[in-house]
């Protein structure tokens, strides 16, 4: 029921627009907002020191090797993409200014995938994540680049209920992402079949992403 409801709600009378194949035609313009919002992450670091890239994996999805842009990463693409999607197909009209769903949340978004690889990294043995020494700069890495993602957040000046909606929303991000690998790892075997464990952590009802208005 909570997903018709939810389909009825972006109903729109109008012949919908098609996802945008090229969601970079600007993309001089949106490389320059994506470096500004590292650049202000930065700002925000209690553990670098400035003068080199502390959180790698991040770092490259802005920069390439030799300093130089690359091409924009692909969540940032998306959620640009599917905000303007939304917009021109009858989307309710949100309070938060433009800059947020173009800029802020796409940023947003890039983090989160950052900490996700940094700790699936240890958990699927990639990376060359397979010592001691390497394990525990990943596990700390991972997790400053979470608490200043939740910094960031908080300095963006959002009125207090927006923030409140959109850390909220971070958190079930990786909450799930926990949950899955949870089951992935325990659950999700031919020896947990076999051996007839299905108990995983159980799901609450609450939506995994909390509409941001």
Known sequence: ????????YFYSDQPLSPM????????KFKRHRLT?????FNRLSHAGNGQAPFFKILDSKVYSNDGKRVDLPM????????HAWLSENGAPKRELPPEFFEQQLPFILEVIISVQYYHNQILDRKGGVTTHAAINDNLIMGNLLKDQLYRYIDNLGLEDTDRKKVV?????????????QYIEKN???YEAYRSGQWSHPSATSTPLLMPIV
């Open 36 to 40: 500004q919002a590292y650049e202000q």
């Open 75 to 82: 969540r940032w693409r998306f959620a640009i993409a599917m």
């Open 20 to 27: 945008p194949t090229n969601p970079d035609d600007d993309g």
């Open 1 to 8: 029921m909570r997903h018709r409801i939810k389909i009825r």
């Open 187 to 189: 659950c999700n075997t």
């Open 168 to 180: 909220q929303s971070v958190r079930s991000i990786f909450e799930y992402v926990d949950i899955g």
